[in-house]
DNA sequence: GTGCGATTAAG
DNA sequence: TTAATCGCA
């Protein structure tokens, strides 16, 4: 066979386009790049640490620090795959930022990959209009998730709105042409020369250092790439040990998945095999990621779920509010609450800016449905404090903790931190390195230390309202107050079954 | 001959 | 996902 009129290898349309770096921060497998490298002659590469983002937000966060260190590597990661190339990096609004770039560099194109977080959305449309007032197309691509939009829909066109049928119409569609890479390397020779110039240090950007260094959460593609080696060594495990805090059991790999520095087709193609060779634990870690693309699913076909509740009805229930609310709700943050696992749990959060999955439902239902808060409360507070903060992931855990998100725990489902607690931390592992005032209880008093005999208090050596506060609510009369709360969204024949 | 939805191919 | 081609009205 001769002559296939041979497509595009030559048919470069521009002569110069940009990548635009945004919550992708790896330099492999990389849909935007190889898109830019592939029909661009030239591509310049930028990251522009957005102040409209940054300005917002607290003064030490390990998260800037976070990309900081993986800009550092991206950038290192271009010049390795070509000596003259690099990475552009600007502390500007973003939205200014590149059209004024794509002007200087006489670009005819941006690239970047698709975020569908409303702030996102707004923002790439005014960049969009800037680029097109000046003739410079913006093509952006699927990058983040496996699929998105409306990739997977039900049989009638629509969005799904249920898990389980979405995770099985996601797995009939998954073929290894969704899983595989973007191979950018054999085009590194369209990567345009960089002046070489430092990536702005954490100072330089007006913030201040971090405990990131002494938690065990190594930045930038390397450390994504360890954690998931590391990770594959027990994923065999994931099933029987996700679920205790006091156990490695998750991989860890939630913040390099909000920021690219691994990819999620590299981490679905290592783990769909294992699960067709019927590992449970891959399965099981399999739906986990299926999870997240639900999620971005979801915030992009409802976007009104980052304002109220998925379920509208939900938007009626009338939180506690006014001066106790909010010290209920600041003893939740604080740690403070008197419930242990809840406590530790947020001190986890507090010290690493990493909270176990199993916690955060614990603590988010014990917000909603203990102590009667509005859930976006608790939505707001991972927002600023997770490292691996996702507005579409942390929404849907938080509406279904609240029950009012799609395919949420029935409202009258209410978890007992206490039960929970003996459940998933029986040894009071988890308890006991965060809240080490508490660490001579025994395991039976440690769940719940108001339960405990003054002599067993005494020899641990707890005060209780002192060295470790009361229970700020009593959870059965908690659990009362939230049915009542919740009866304004009872349908008429729907039955609590507890 | 045209046009648009369906199908298919491509990292 | 995007881009190209197909196929039937």
């Keep these: 066979m001769l002559a296939r009129a041979t497509p595009k290898t030559s048919d470069t349309e521009f002569t110069t386009g940009i990548v635009w770096f945004r919550r992708d921060l790896r330099s492999f497998d990389h849909a935007a790049l190889y898109h830019a490298l592939k029909t661009c002659r030239q591509v310049h590469c930028v990251f522009v640490f957005d102040k409209e983002i940054l300005d917002h937000l607290p003064r030490a966060d390990r998260r800037v620090e976070f990309i900081q260190a993986s800009v550092v590597e991206l950038d290192a ?20 930022a590149i059209p004024a770039l794509a002007k200087t560099l006489h670009a005819q194109a941006v690239f970047a990959s698709h975020d569908d977080e409303p702030q996102a959305l707004a923002r790439d449309a005014v960049v969009r209009g800037a680029l097109a007032h000046m003739g410079v197309a913006l093509r952006t691509y699927k990058d983040h998730v496996i699929f998105e939009r409306k990739e997977v829909l039900t049989q009638q066109g629509k969005p799904y709105g249920v898990f389980t049928p979405y995770k099985n119409a996601w797995l009939k569609k998954l073929d290894d042409f969704y899983l595989k890479s973007y191979p950018v390397a054999a085009y590194a020779t369209h990567l345009a020369p960089c002046e070489r ?23 930038g593609a390397s450390g994504g790439q360890q954690l998931v080696e590391e990770f594959f060594e027990r994923i065999e495990h994931y099933h029987a040990t996700r679920d205790f805090p006091g156990i490695k059991g998750p991989s860890y790999l939630g913040v390099h998945l909000r920021f690219g520095t691994v990819s999620i087709r590299q981490l679905a193609a290592m783990a769909y095999p294992l699960h067709l060779q019927g590992f449970q634990g891959a399965s099981v870690w399999l739906s986990e990621l299926v999870w997240r693309d639900f999620y971005v699913q979801i915030l992009s076909n409802f976007p ?8 509208p009805e939900y938007d009626q229930i009338a939180w506690q509010h006014g001066k106790p609310a909010k010290a209920l709700f600041e003893a939740w943050c604080q740690g403070q609450t008197g419930y242990p696992l809840v406590d530790a749990a947020m001190a986890q959060i ?6 176990h999955n199993r916690l955060r439902m614990v603590v988010a239902s014990f917000l909603v449905k203990d102590l009667g808060l509005d859930w976006r409360w608790g939505e707001a507070y991972f927002a600023e404090h997770l490292n691996d903060f996702d507005l579409a992931s942390n929404n849907g855990g938080w509406q279904w903790a609240s029950s009012s998100g799609c395919d949420a725990q029935p409202y009258f489902r209410i978890f007992n931190p206490t039960s929970q607690s003996e459940k998933f931390d029986p ?20 769940h719940a230390p108001w339960t405990a005999k003054p002599m ?3 020899a641990a050596e707890v005060v209780l309202g002192k060295t470790y506060p009361q229970p700020i609510v009593a959870h059965d009369a908690a659990r009362t107050r939230t049915l009542l709360r919740y009866a304004v969204v009872k349908k008429p024949h729907a039955l609590p079954d507890a």
Aim: aromatic share 6%; net charge positive; charged share 15%.
């Design 77 to 96: 990661a271009l010049r390795a795959l070509q000596p003259s190339a690099g990475l552009v990096t600007l502390h500007a609004v973003a939205a200014q």
């Design 197 to 219: 110039q430092p990536v702005p240090s954490l100072q330089d950007l007006g913030f201040e250092t971090t405990n990131l260094a002494s938690l065990k959460l190594p930045a």
């Design 304 to 311: 009104h779920v980052a304002q109220g509740a998925f379920k």
């Design 350 to 355: 507090n010290q690493t800016g990493y909270m």
């Design 427 to 446: 040894e009071g592992k988890f308890i006991r390195r965060y809240l080490p005032q508490l660490a001579k209880l025994s395991n039976a008093a440690i």
């Design 456 to 458: 067993e208090l005494q």
